[in-house]
Nanobody, 118 residues
Framework: QVQLVESGGGLVQPGGSLRLSCAAS????????MGWYRQAPGKQRELVATITKGGSTNYADSVKGRFTISRDNAKNTVYLQMNSLKPEDMAVYYC????????????WGQGTQVTVSS
């Protein structure tokens, strides 16, 4: 019902920046909240940042002050601006879209790799 496609991942040096994009298609009107999760090898997937339909944002403590989530409603796209990147930010980043009506459901993108290395 909803399809998500991430882009913008790649290789960056510590202290550098990347901007991830997630384009949504399908039943866009059903989306209440979008966000980003990440998963490093051998680690559990964790929430990075979210933004609701009303514009409220939430961030993991580990990225506060460094990452910014935003959206472009006209393009049905959510962004994650990542600054001051650290090696511990290295992970596959997954876009998430949450539907609450007619029922609760999470949609996921295929993931985009972020590598932070000198």
């Amino acid at each position: 019902q909803v399809q998500l496609v991430e882009s913008g991942g790649g290789l960056v040096q510590p202290g550098g920046s990347l901007r991830l994009s997630c384009a949504a298609s399908g039943s866009i009107s059903s989306i209440y909240r979008m966000g980003w999760y990440r998963q490093a090898p051998g680690k559990q997937r964790e929430l990075v940042a979210t933004i609701t339909k009303g514009g409220s944002t939430n961030y993991a403590d580990s990225v506060k002050g460094r990452f910014t989530i935003s959206r472009d409603n006209a393009k049905n796209t959510v962004y994650l601006q990542m600054n001051s990147l650290k090696p511990e930010d290295m992970a596959v980043y997954y876009c998430n879209a949450r539907q609450v009506l007619p029922g609760t459901y999470d949609y996921w993108g295929q993931g985009t790799q972020v590598t932070v290395s000198s």
